[in-house]
């Protein structure tokens, strides 16, 4: 799986568009950009995924470069219970070859009233 | 409808001692696999297990073992405990295609 990196910590205000960056430089053609968050104690939560084209859902929204060596989560209107540690994953999709997740150390976000 | 249920929520055991975590997955998941997370830590993975049979596998020594049962649900057993197992075991779920894992809170193992 592709390494990704993420900054270790971001800020938002309550209400404010949260944009959380992911760089996926060496991302191979069959793997997805996975984004999952962590709320303290309790287990990841999955939020969106994406191969090339951007997708948005009731969660969040995913920008993916056209090079896909980098993406964006976007919170539009971020809360206090958006507070937790979200991960930005590149893993193979489909069939049993889907399995491992490679968790970094994700980004820390902490929304602000 | 009941997601991922992961059987005890905590536990405290003696190093050396073995030890058997549970997981049902979410209803029409046939897909499990398993993580561990230090305190601190990102979730590591252990090992998958799709129709009975650990598919992937994580560096993790061979005292880390698994089942998968034909419910889909799923044991994870670990032998002569060290301190160093101490950690949250998480449990997820999916189905085929694409999408996102489901995954459970957890059990605290801790190691004493």
């Known amino acids: 799986d592709a390494k990704t990196t993420q900054p270790p910590s971001m800020d938002c205000a309550e209400g404010r568009a949260a944009n959380l960056p992911c760089n996926h430089s060496t991302i191979s053609g069959n793997e997805y950009v996975y984004w999952y968050r962590q709320i303290h104690s309790q287990g990841p939560q999955y939020i969106i995924h994406?191969?090339?084209n951007n997708e948005t859902n009731e969660m969040a929204s995913l920008i993916i470069t056209e090079d896909r060596k980098s993406s964006t989560l976007i919170l539009p209107h971020a809360t206090l219970r958006d507070t937790a540690v979200y991960y930005c994953?590149?893993?193979?999709?489909?069939?049993?070859?889907?399995?491992?997740?490679?968790f970094g150390q994700g980004t820390i976000l902490t929304v602000h009233p | 409808d009941a997601g991922v249920t992961q059987s005890p929520t905590h536990l405290i055991k003696t190093r050396g001692q073995q030890v058997t975590l549970r997981c049902s997955p979410k209803?029409?998941?046939?897909?499990v696999s398993w993580y561990q997370q230090a305190l601190g830590q990102g979730p590591q993975f252990i090992f998958q297990?799709?129709?009975?049979?650990?598919?992937q596998r994580g560096n993790f020594p061979d005292r880390f073992s698994g089942h998968q049962f034909p419910n889909y649900s799923s044991e994870l057993n670990v032998n002569a405990l060290l301190l160093g197992d101490s950690a949250l075991y998480l449990c997820?779920?999916?189905?085929?295609?694409?999408?996102?894992?489901?995954f459970g809170s957890g059990t605290r193992l801790t190691v004493v």
């Open positions: 994406g191969l090339k």
């Open positions: 209803s029409g998941h046939d897909t």
């Open positions: 994953i590149a893993a193979n999709a489909g069939g049993t070859s889907y399995g491992k997740l490679t």
């Open positions: 297990y799709y129709e009975e049979e650990e598919r």
């Open positions: 997820a779920s999916r189905t085929g295609g694409a999408g996102g894992y489901t």
